[in-house]
């Protein structure tokens, strides 16, 4: 069965802090995504990767960045955190090069920041 | 940039009822994903439309694809408590491995 896991389902973390989202993917997918979702706003991108290394700004890349070191796993950086970044993160990966592929999703991480 | 249009943003149906949710493209449709997330979890793909006229089926829920109205539709027959959830539609903005565009997104509920 095929699996993209993050690393927490609820993180709580203080204004300032330094937070690291983990999302692991076992389908070996080239492409890898972060999305954070808010209620009336939906899903917005922030970051996107299509190769180990290799990373791509999306909508709303302020305040975050990424790492994907290895291709299975790509990570979501809030240098400082701040109450305006508590949310609902998202993972997905997807299968690059075919015509019919699906985006799979990790389970959520749902920030606070206090 | 491409956009997505849900609607109705919220739709409340007594069990056993039938359902329409919609997803209107501002731009032409290449490839339209139905997503289903249940409150406070990530998304699972239901299907992936992407020819015109395309219709596919899954347990209860039927989608379509109308690529000049550029619009997809998601019907629900016969709604169950287990179809409560959110709904997403997204779209390829282009051919290709570019990010999907999502809707916000669909809130139903489903009342015995």
């Known amino acids: 069965d095929v699996k993209v896991t993050q690393s927490s389902r609820y993180l709580v973390k203080r204004t300032g802090e330094k937070v690291f989202l983990e999302c692991v993917q076992d389908m070996d997918h080239e492409n890898m995504f972060w999305y954070r979702q808010d209620p009336g706003l939906g899903l917005r991108l922030i970051y996107f990767?299509?190769?180990?290394?290799?990373?791509e700004k999306g909508d709303i890349p302020e305040g975050y960045s990424v790492s994907r070191e290895k291709k299975e796993r790509f990570s979501l950086i809030l240098e400082s955190a701040s109450t305006n970044q508590t949310s609902m993160y998202l993972c997905a990966s997807i299968q690059r090069g075919t015509s019919l592929y699906e985006q799979y999703f990790g389970p959520g991480t749902r920030l606070t920041v206090t | 940039s491409q956009e997505l249009e849900q609607s109705p943003q919220s739709l409340i149906v007594q069990e056993g009822k039938n359902l329409t949710i919609n997803c209107t493209s501002s731009k032409t449709l290449y490839g339209l994903y139905w997503y289903k997330q249940k409150y406070g979890e990530g998304l699972i793909f239901l299907m992936m439309?992407?020819?015109?006229?395309e219709e596919k089926s899954h347990e209860k829920i039927t989608a379509k694809l109308d690529e000049k109205k550029q619009q997809s539709s998601l019907h629900i027959t016969a709604s169950q408590p287990s179809h409560a959830g959110i709904y997403l539609c997204?779209?390829?903005?282009?051919?290709?491995?570019?990010?999907?565009?999502f809707g916000k997104g669909t809130r139903l509920s489903v009342i015995a």
């Open positions: 439309l992407q020819k015109g006229g």
């Open positions: 990767s299509y190769d180990v290394k290799m990373k």
């Open positions: 997204g779209a390829d903005p282009i051919s290709g491995n570019t990010p999907l565009v």
